[in-house]
């Protein structure tokens, strides 16, 4: 019933920016988004989650600084700043869907649980280059 759509992604190098989009359809009621990376070899992590119910962000301490998430909730958009770049933050991107309706939980409470998450977007590529 919720389908997740991503897009910003692209190539820049050490230093660049870039802004990733989270468009959520199906559910708009109540609910968390969280982003997560996977680069190859590795598995997926957590970076960043925002809360409908509350507005609360959190962060991994990895981005803590340096990424921003926010949320236009008109749009049900879920918006990823992402700043001074590094290689390592080479991924693919994806947002996630956790279902708050009910529950009213903050971000940090729905944290990178992936179980929490019952819909994810098929990803957006990152690329920083040296």
């Known amino acids: 019933e919720v389908q997740l759509v991503e897009s910003g992604g692209g190539s820049v190098q050490a230093g660049g920016s870039l802004t990733l989009s989270c468009a959520v359809s199906?559910?708009?009621?109540?609910?968390?988004i969280g982003w997560f990376r996977q680069a190859p070899g590795k598995g997926r992590e957590g970076v960043s989650c925002?809360?409908?119910?509350?507005?609360?962000?959190y962060y991994a301490d990895s981005v803590k600084g340096r990424f921003t998430i926010s949320a236009d909730n008109a749009k049900n958009t879920v918006y990823l700043q992402l700043n001074n770049l590094k290689p390592e933050d080479t991924a693919v991107y994806y947002c996630?869907?956790?279902?708050?309706?009910?529950?009213?939980?903050?971000?940090?409470?729905?944290?990178?649980?992936?179980?929490?998450?019952?819909?994810w977007g098929r990803g957006t590529q990152v690329t920083v280059s040296s």
């Open positions: 996630a869907f956790h279902n708050n309706y009910g529950y009213n939980l903050s971000a940090q409470q729905v944290g990178f649980v992936e179980g929490r998450y019952v819909a």
């Open positions: 199906g559910f708009t009621f109540d609910y968390v």
């Open positions: 925002i809360s409908r119910s509350d507005g609360s962000r």
